[in-house]
C-alpha cells in the first residue's frame, strides 16, 4: 500500500502553517484547516516570542525575512514571578 500523499493540518497557527509548507515542499498536498475566519485575527491582542530553534526552523522553510519583517529582535528579557 502506498503512503498517503494527502493531508490534514488542523491549525493555522504559525506550527500549522509551518506544517504545511514543510510538507507540500516533500510533495504531500497539505490542507490547513482554521477555525477562525481571517488568519491576521488568531493573534489579535498577543504576542508572539520565538525563541533560536524556532527561528531555525523558520530560515529552513525560507520564511525567516518575513517574520523578522513583521517583529522585532529581543534584545534582553526577564522574567519574574
Known amino acids: 500500500m502506498a503512503p498517503a500523499r494527502r493531508v490534514a493540518v488542523i491549525g ?3 506550527g500549522g502553517l509551518s506544517a504545511a509548507i514543510a510538507l507540500r515542499r516533500r ?3 497539505a490542507q490547513v484547516y482554521e477555525q477562525a475566519p481571517n488568519l491576521e485575527r ?5 504576542g508572539l516570542h520565538l525563541w533560536t530553534n524556532a527561528m531555525k526552523a523558520l530560515t529552513q522553510l525560507g520564511v525567516d525575512d518575513r517574520m523578522k519583517a513583521m517583529g522585532t529582535v529581543i534584545v534582553d528579557s526577564e522574567y519574574r514571578s
Open 27 to 29: 510533495g504531500i498536498d
Open 42 to 46: 488568531i493573534q489579535v491582542g498577543g
Open 12 to 14: 493555522g497557527g504559525i
